[in-house]
C-alpha cells in the first residue's frame, strides 16, 4: 500500500490493490502492481498532476521516461544484449506491466464512476483464427483475448530454456538434504512451480496414491501425479528431516532462527543460488527445471492437453511453446493433426 505525506492524493490506488486482493490475485501479483502504480505516482508528483487529470498524452510521456530510463545497478551504457538492446534499459515487458497496471486502475475507477474518463486507449478486438478452432474440437481450448492498449510494446516471443539431462543431472547431485531434493524433484519430475511447491501443505500430498493437490495461479487446483522416486524421498524428509512445527507447510526451514516456518521464495533462490556455483550449472534456476519437464514431455510425444493439464497452463498456447524444443517428429504430428481439424471445420 502507499504511504507517505503525498499519499492521500493516491488513495485510489490503495483501494484498487485491495479490489485486487478480493478478486483473488497472488499476492506477487498485487506486490508488483504496487511497485508499477508507486512509479507512476511519482511521475505524476513530478509533473504535479492528479490521477482523476491524466490524458493520454500524459501517459505517452510516462511511457517515453519509462523507455529512456536506466535500471540502478545495471552495468554501462556499452553493453547490449544479443538482439541489440541495452542491458541497462527497462524490458518490454515490464513496461507493458506497468501500462497494464495503471489500465485496470482507471477500469476501476471506471467501475466506480461510469462517467470517468479511461485515458488509456483500447485496442482492436481479437478475432478468431479459424472457423474450428471456434466452434470445433479445439473450441474448449480457445477463449477469446480482451482487446489490448494500442500503447503496448511489441513483447520478444522467447522459448522455454531446458537444462540438458547432464547438467539436470548434476545440479540434482549438488543438493545435500532431503528437502532440497524433493523441491528439485517436485519441479523436475512433477512440473510444479516454485510458488506452488512452497504452498504445498503435508495434507496435499499422497504417497501411497502417488497423487499431489497441487494450487496454483488464481488459486486454481490441479491433481498432480506424484513420481515415486520424489514419492520416497518426501517419505525420509517427513520420517527424519522435517522439524517439528505447528506449520502445515511441507517444506520448512531446517535452521536458524525461523527454525520450524514455511521455507520462502527469497530462501529457495539461496538456495539454488548457492548449488548453481558449486554444480558450475549456470543456468540452474527453480523455473527451469519445469521447463526441463515440459520439454521431456513434448519429446516423449504426450497429448498436448495432457501436457495442459500437467503443467496447470490457463491456455494451450502457452504448452505449445515445448512444442517447438521437441523433435521434428513430434512437431509434425502436431501440425498434421491441426490441419485435420481445420479441414474438417470447412
Given at each position: 500500500?502507499?504511504?507517505?505525506?503525498?499519499?492521500?492524493?493516491?488513495?485510489?490506488?490503495?483501494?484498487?490493490?485491495?479490489?485486487?486482493?478480493?478478486?483473488?490475485?497472488?499476492?506477487?501479483?498485487?506486490?508488483?502492481?504496487?511497485?508499477?502504480?508507486?512509479?507512476?505516482?511519482?511521475?505524476?508528483?513530478?509533473?504535479?498532476?492528479?490521477?482523476?487529470?491524466?490524458?493520454?498524452?500524459?501517459?505517452?510521456?510516462?511511457?517515453?521516461?519509462?523507455?529512456?530510463?536506466?535500471?540502478p545497478g545495471r552495468v554501462g551504457t556499452n553493453v547490449?544484449?544479443?538482439?541489440?538492446?541495452?542491458?541497462?534499459?527497462?524490458?518490454?515487458?515490464?513496461?507493458?506491466?506497468?501500462?497494464?497496471?495503471?489500465?485496470?486502475?482507471?477500469?476501476?475507477?471506471?467501475?466506480?464512476?461510469?462517467?470517468?474518463?479511461?485515458?488509456?486507449?483500447?485496442?482492436?478486438?481479437?478475432?478468431?483464427?479459424?472457423?474450428?478452432?471456434?466452434?470445433?474440437?479445439?473450441?474448449?481450448?480457445?477463449?477469446?483475448?480482451?482487446?489490448?492498449?494500442?500503447?503496448?510494446?511489441?513483447?520478444?516471443?522467447?522459448?522455454?530454456?531446458?537444462?540438458?539431462?547432464?547438467?539436470?543431472?548434476?545440479?540434482?547431485?549438488?543438493?545435500?538434504?532431503?528437502?532440497?531434493?524433493?523441491?528439485?524433484?517436485?519441479?523436475?519430475?512433477?512440473?510444479?512451480?516454485?510458488?506452488?511447491?512452497?504452498?504445498?501443505?503435508?495434507?496435499?500430498?499422497?504417497?501411497?496414491?502417488?497423487?499431489?493437490?497441487?494450487?496454483?495461479?488464481?488459486?486454481?487446483?490441479?491433481?498432480?501425479?506424484?513420481?515415486?522416486?520424489?514419492?520416497?524421498?518426501?517419505?525420509?524428509?517427513?520420517?527424519?528431516?522435517?522439524?517439528?512445527?505447528?506449520?502445515?507447510?511441507?517444506?520448512?526451514?531446517?535452521?536458524?532462527?525461523?527454525?520450524?516456518?514455511?521455507?520462502?521464495?527469497?530462501?529457495?533462490?539461496?538456495?539454488?543460488?548457492?548449488?548453481?556455483?558449486?554444480?558450475?550449472?549456470?543456468?540452474?534456476?527453480?523455473?527451469?527445471?519445469?521447463?526441463?519437464?515440459?520439454?521431456?514431455?513434448?519429446?516423449?510425444?504426450?497429448?498436448?492437453?495432457?501436457?495442459?493439464?500437467?503443467?496447470?497452463?490457463?491456455?494451450?498456447?502457452?504448452?505449445?511453446?515445448?512444442?517447438?524444443?521437441?523433435?521434428?517428429?513430434?512437431?509434425?504430428?502436431?501440425?498434421?493433426?491441426?490441419?485435420?481439424?481445420?479441414?474438417?471445420?470447412?
Amino acid at each position: 500500500m502507499l504511504a507517505g505525506s503525498e499519499a492521500s492524493r493516491f488513495q485510489l490506488v490503495n483501494e484498487y490493490l485491495l479490489y485486487l486482493l478480493d478478486r483473488n490475485y497472488s499476492p506477487a501479483t498485487v506486490r508488483a502492481y504496487g511497485y508499477d502504480l508507486l512509479a507512476f505516482c511519482r511521475w505524476l508528483l513530478d509533473q504535479d498532476l492528479d490521477l482523476a487529470s491524466v490524458i493520454t498524452n500524459d501517459l505517452l510521456d510516462y511511457l517515453r521516461v519509462c523507455r529512456e530510463a536506466t535500471v540502478p545497478g545495471r552495468v554501462g551504457t556499452n553493453v547490449v544484449t544479443m538482439t541489440g538492446q541495452r542491458v541497462d534499459r527497462y524490458a518490454a515487458t515490464t513496461i507493458n506491466r506497468r501500462l497494464a497496471a495503471i489500465s485496470g486502475l482507471y477500469s476501476f475507477t471506471g467501475l466506480r464512476d461510469p462517467n470517468a474518463i479511461n485515458p488509456v486507449p483500447r485496442g482492436r478486438e481479437a478475432r478468431w483464427l479459424v472457423a474450428g478452432e471456434r466452434s470445433g474440437m479445439l473450441a474448449h481450448t480457445r477463449r477469446r483475448r480482451q482487446p489490448r492498449s494500442a500503447l503496448r510494446l511489441r513483447e520478444a516471443r522467447t522459448l522455454p530454456v531446458a537444462l540438458s539431462a547432464p547438467d539436470a543431472a548434476a545440479l540434482v547431485a549438488s543438493l545435500r538434504t532431503w528437502r532440497d531434493r524433493a523441491i528439485a524433484g517436485l519441479m523436475l519430475w512433477c512440473g510444479l512451480r516454485s510458488c506452488e511447491v512452497l504452498g504445498l501443505n503435508v495434507t496435499d500430498v499422497d504417497i501411497g496414491g502417488r497423487w499431489i493437490t497441487v494450487t496454483g495461479k488464481g488459486a486454481k487446483q490441479r491433481r498432480v501425479p506424484l513420481d515415486p522416486d520424489v514419492g520416497a524421498v518426501i517419505d525420509v524428509y517427513l520420517l527424519a528431516e522435517r522439524p517439528e512445527s505447528d506449520s502445515d507447510r511441507l517444506f520448512l526451514v531446517a535452521k536458524g532462527a525461523t527454525r520450524g516456518q514455511g521455507l520462502t521464495p527469497a530462501g529457495l533462490r539461496t538456495i539454488f543460488r548457492y548449488h548453481r556455483e558449486i554444480s558450475g550449472v549456470t543456468g540452474g534456476h527453480p523455473h527451469a527445471l519445469r521447463h526441463t519437464f515440459g520439454t521431456v514431455l513434448a519429446e516423449a510425444g504426450v497429448d498436448l492437453a495432457v501436457m495442459q493439464a500437467l503443467l496447470g497452463h490457463a491456455h494451450v498456447d502457452t504448452t505449445a511453446r515445448y512444442v517447438h524444443l521437441a523433435p521434428v517428429h513430434v512437431k509434425g504430428e502436431f501440425d498434421a493433426a491441426r490441419a485435420r481439424l481445420r479441414n474438417q471445420a470447412r
